[in-house]
């Protein structure tokens, strides 16, 4: 599968957990720019302390930061991308449209999951994260099978995000709503946006996703 897709959508839409449960079933690669700033923040640097005290307020980091790390991965090489929560400017898009370019590789879809705000607001006030796979649980939507443990992976490392809090969730909605939805008309333009109901159950969000891989899959065999 060589197919690369970018999945958009506001703060708790569930872009994560679609991306990780299409990387088991059809073998695409994760990029999470939220997942390599996370990283990126462990570091002691100035640039890793930058990111944290904005991460933490909900802000967007800045266009060049996040650029440099998603060159850095298309540029080693690969395909069937899933880029997840990048690009969230017009900045970043015409960047990754370039970068895209320059290797021979194109977007062959935009899904865009829709979610209202209230359902935002409880799925990120109940999320949590497992330290040592990475696997995303919820209180009530999804919660692990034995308390206390990752269903995957066994760790007992269960986390919530430092910017999972009300303040920053604001913030967050305010960026998605200035900066990153103008990308639904910039990718509509395109012909390439699909919108999915993101107010699903995870399992019928992901059997939507599943029905328009296979028909871009079908596209890619003609
Ligand atoms: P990032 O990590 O990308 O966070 P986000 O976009 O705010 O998205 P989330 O991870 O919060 O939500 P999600 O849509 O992945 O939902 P999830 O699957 O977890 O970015 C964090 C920060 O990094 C940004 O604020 C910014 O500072 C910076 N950053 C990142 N990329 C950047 C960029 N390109 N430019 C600049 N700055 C950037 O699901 C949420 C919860 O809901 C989970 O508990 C899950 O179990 C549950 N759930 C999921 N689906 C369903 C469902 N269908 N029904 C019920 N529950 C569900």
């Not at 005290?53 to 967007?60: Q, S």
């Not at 400017?89 to 209202?116: C, F, H, K, N, W």
């Not at 692990?144 to 919530?160: A, H, N």
């Amino acid at each position: 599968m060589t197919t690369n897709i970018i999945l958009l959508g506001p703060p708790g839409a569930g872009k994560g957990t679609q991306a990780r449960k299409l990387t088991e079933d059809r073998g695409l690669v994760q990029l999470s720019t939220g997942d390599m700033l996370r990283e990126a923040r462990k570091s002691s640097t100035e640039t890793g302390k930058r990111v944290a005290e904005v991460m933490d307020r909900g802000e967007l980091v800045t266009d060049e930061i996040v650029i440099d790390l998603i060159r850095e991965r298309i540029q080693a090489g690969g395909s069937g991308f899933i880029f997840d929560g990048f690009p969230r400017t017009l900045v970043q898009a015409d960047a990754l449209r370039e970068l895209m370019e320059e290797q021979g590789q194109t977007i062959a879809a935009v899904i865009e999951m829709s979610v209202d705000d209230d359902q935002l607001v409880k799925r990120i006030s109940g999320r949590f994260t497992c330290g040592g796979c990475g696997e995303v649980y919820h209180d009530t939507s999804r919660p692990t099978q034995v308390s206390g443990s990752c269903d995957d992976c066994g760790s007992e490392q269960l986390l919530r995000r430092p910017d999972d809090n009300a303040e920053s969730l604001r913030t967050r909605l305010m960026e998605y709503y200035k900066k990153t939805s103008p990308l639904v008309g910039y990718f509509w333009r395109e012909g390439k946006l699909h919108r999915v109901n993101g107010l699903q159950s995870i399992g019928n969000v992901s059997a939507d996703v599943n029905r328009l891989m296979e028909g871009l899959s079908e596209r890619e065999a003609l």
